[in-house]
């Protein structure tokens, strides 16, 4: 498998437009996490599904952020309007299943860059 | 929620030298303790963990220990090597009674290693 993918790996924007992340998990996990990460800030969960639903959508920061995950294989991160606040570098992370304590497998990241 | 302490924020370690970084947590619930290295433009990847229902645990020149009384774990790594230099996280979640595999994770370790 070739792990977690996300697209596009970098994004520049300008304030208001709308930008969307994808994600593909790895074949066969059933939980699917956002993460995003900053200097001041470091890694914080915005959001993860099990088997499609979401789960905890606590820490996704603002209306302006939505997430869905629409079959096993795919995710988006959508931001809408974007604002400079929100650059930072997005990471989508897969692991095997509920109920458990198990790896989280980490993409290489989408770094936003809103101006 | 949990909350994860990490330190150092930095830390330099001579080639050959061992390297120390300690967390604490805030949730005595929590039973499993990752730990993840990130590499510059990459995604943290896991590099060792450990349950609650043991101290320590060792992998080749890494070990994790942890104090559940204490609330606090550590990452032992021996006889550095250049290529150790990361940025390290712990992370702390609980489960599966809880249902939430949800991982709150250290504010990172940039750990440089000296030639």
């Known amino acids: 498998d070739a792990g977690v993918i996300q697209s596009p790996r970098h994004e520049v924007t300008e304030m208001g437009q709308e930008v969307t992340l994808r994600c593909k998990p790895i074949?066969?996990?059933?939980?699917l996490f956002w993460y995003r990460q900053t200097m001041m800030r470091g890694l914080e969960l915005l959001i993860y599904f099990n088997n499609n639903v979401p789960i905890d959508d606590s820490g996704m920061p603002e209306d302006r952020f939505s997430a869905k995950m629409p079959n096993a294989s795919f995710s988006t991160l959508k931001i809408q309007p974007s604002e400079p606040r929100d650059s930072a570098v997005y990471f989508c992370?897969?692991?095997?299943?509920?109920?458990?304590?198990?790896?989280?497998?980490f993409g290489q990241g989408t770094r936003l860059t809103v101006v | 929620g949990e909350n994860v302490e990490q330190h150092p924020s930095t830390l330099s370690v001579q080639e050959g030298d061992s390297a120390v970084i300690k967390c604490t947590y805030s949730?005595?619930?929590?039973?499993?303790f990752p730990w993840y290295k990130q590499e510059l433009g990459k995604g943290p990847q896991l590099i060792i963990d450990i349950r609650s229902n043991v101290g320590e645990k060792k992998d080749q020149r890494i070990a994790v220990t942890l104090n559940k009384t204490a609330k606090h774990f550590s990452l032992h790594i021996t006889e550095t090597q250049p290529e150790d230099s990361a940025v390290y996280f712990c992370?702390?979640?609980?489960?599966?009674?809880?249902?939430?595999?949800?991982?709150?994770f250290g504010t990172g370790t940039r750990l440089t290693i000296i030639p």
């Open positions: 992370a897969s692991s095997p299943g509920q109920f458990m304590n198990t790896e989280a497998f």
């Open positions: 992370a702390a979640s609980k489960g599966p009674n809880f249902g939430n595999e949800k991982l709150t």
């Open positions: 074949s066969g996990h059933n939980s």
């Open positions: 949730d005595s619930a929590s039973n499993y």
